[in-house]
């Protein structure tokens, strides 16, 4: 992002600064103001990808007309351009999760690959036979499926937090897990599936006070309540930049320096070595050690103006802002006859999954569609949740900055469309 750009967009938002003007913000949101089946659209589907401010369509669109270059081996010009707007992302990265240092920061593809990043480098080095990793009920398939394969690899055994029937991490059966045995936990801070927010500053101390390391989803939390992740003193934290209102294809990995240091290199390639002859390769300083071949650029950059964007606005806004629509969207949705609310746990953010009597919920989706209403249908990538709770599949609603409260007011007539459909 250019320093003109950063200061046309402060601007914009000191003149609102005390209001959460959400019509003003939705006009920075070029994709908000079409009609999907001739109808307003309303994207209630954040959870799985959030649209993107004009901010950061117009910066990835820069970057490729005026300074597209490979970063950190050329001396030219170009090259200079794009290295400092690359490692310009990674501090902005740093600050907003309050890292200590910018070489904590590694840039991935996503939530996905960073957990990936952690199985097959930390977990290949210090896991072994016998050994136990913790993950809970609720998580994304991403964050059981490389753990499983690790514990496949290495004769590991994986062990799985419960919850109870609103959704909620059941911490007394976490506490009985950890064991000497236990040598990584790995928890998601919110459920994509349910919308529980899991205390965990409280599941890091606990795991701390046996010497485990602990690695923390954050996919779903990062856009939309503050992280810090210097204060919960988790040692790796992820998340995606396509869900932080940034491109698709770019995420962060954090981990603490001195863990980073002692573990191998996850890929083999260009950028991450400092020297290489046939009898042995020396590899790079953390984090370009988990950098190789040229990463996505344009993503990084993108993701270091998005984050500059929502800082702009604010997460404490944005997080009572959010919360306030889905209490109401909660109350509305809780008053038509035959929805069930499959999630209700005390601490949520802005999730509302829910199931229709008497209909599939790909059916809901499918109607409302028809009615211009974007939302999510299916097991979200977390099969074992929706085993937890006796159903195929859910109906999602998921916010984001933009939505307001006639968009849940649209999605409710819609969804009274829907039972007249299947009366």
């Not at 990808?49 to 970057?63: F, L, R």
């Not at 007394?172 to 928890?187: A, D, G, Q």
């Not at 320096?257 to 890929?267: G, I």
């Not at 229709?356 to 059916?363: I, P, S």
């Amino acid at each position: 992002m250019t320093a003109l750009s950063r200061q046309k967009l402060t601007q914009t938002r000191e003149t609102s600064h005390d209001i959460y003007d959400v019509e003003r913000i939705r006009e920075d949101f070029p994709i908000l103001g079409q009609k999907v089946n001739g109808k307003p659209l309303v994207y209630l589907d954040n959870a799985a990808t959030s649209q993107k401010p004009q901010a950061v369509i117009d910066v990835i669109k820069t970057y490729y007309a005026t300074e597209n270059s490979n970063i950190h081996r050329g001396v030219h010009t170009l090259s200079e351009r794009a290295t400092r707007a690359y490692e310009s992302a990674r501090s902005e990265v740093k600050r907003f999760i309050n890292a200590q240092e910018d070489r904590e920061i590694i840039f991935v593809r996503g939530s996905t690959e960073g957990i990936n990043l952690v199985a097959n480098s930390y977990g290949r080095k210090f896991i072994q036979s016998g050994d136990e990793i913790i993950i809970s009920w609720m998580e994304h398939h991403s964050n059981i499926v490389p753990w499983q394969l690790l514990c496949e690899e290495k004769d590991a055994v994986l062990r799985v937090v419960p919850i109870n029937d609103d959704g909620e991490l059941m911490l007394n059966e976490y506490e009985k897990l950890l064991s000497t045995r236990t040598k990584l936990v790995s928890i998601a801070h919110v459920s994509n599936a349910l919308g529980s927010i899991n205390p965990v500053k409280t599941i890091v101390e606990m795991a701390h006070s046996r010497g485990i390391p602990v690695l923390i989803d954050g996919a779903q939390a990062a856009p939309h309540m503050p992280v810090d992740v210097t204060e919960m003193d988790c040692d790796f934290y992820v998340f995606s930049g396509h869900k932080l209102y940034g491109p698709t294809g770019i995420g962060i990995l954090y981990g603490k320096a001195h863990l980073l240091e002692d573990m191998p290199p996850y890929q083999g390639g260009g950028d991450m070595i400092k020297s290489v002859t046939f009898e042995k390769t020396l590899y790079n300083v953390v984090p370009y050690k988990f950098e190789a071949g040229t990463p996505n650029i344009a993503g990084a950059i993108g993701l270091g103006t998005a984050i500059h964007y929502v800082n702009s606005i604010g997460l404490e806004r944005i997080n009572a802002y959010e919360r306030e629509l889905l209490s109401y969207a909660t109350e509305a949705i809780s008053e038509i006859k035959g929805i069930r609310i499959i999630g209700t746990a005390k601490e949520k953010a802005g999730i509302l999954s829910f199931i229709l009597e008497g209909v599939h919920a790909h059916d809901v989706g499918t109607v409302l569609d028809h009615e211009g209403i974007a939302l999510r249908t299916g097991h979200h990538c977390a099969q074992p949740v929706m085993q937890r709770f006796g159903v195929p599949a859910t109906a999602r609603a998921s916010l984001g900055l933009y939505n307001t409260r006639e968009e849940i007011d649209a999605l409710v007539r819609a969804l009274y469309k829907v039972i007249e459909v299947f009366r």
